[in-house]
């Protein structure tokens, strides 16, 4: 997904915990440039594996932190 369509919000986690989710949120693996969303429906992950969320347990796991920030759909 183009990075013209979102504009960062936040990055440089230290724990996963730290990591905000919302409905208007999203993931951007910075490896890949995969983009997920913060709630997802189902379990979802980046193409290259940095960025997963496992529904079930309501759980994100992310490879390498330095490669992960949360990003918001513009508005116009």
């Not at 730290?18 to 969303?37: A, S």
């Amino acid at each position: 997904m183009s990075s013209d369509v979102y504009e960062a919000v936040a990055s440089g986690f230290k724990r996963s915990s730290e990591i905000p989710k919302d409905d208007d949120l999203y993931y951007r693996c910075l490896d890949c440039n995969g983009v997920i969303p913060s709630v997802p429906t189902k379990n979802v992950g980046c193409e290259c594996g940095n960025v997963f969320i496992d529904k079930d347990y309501w759980r994100l796991v992310v490879a390498d932190l330095s490669k992960i920030e949360v990003v918001r759909k513009k508005t116009s």
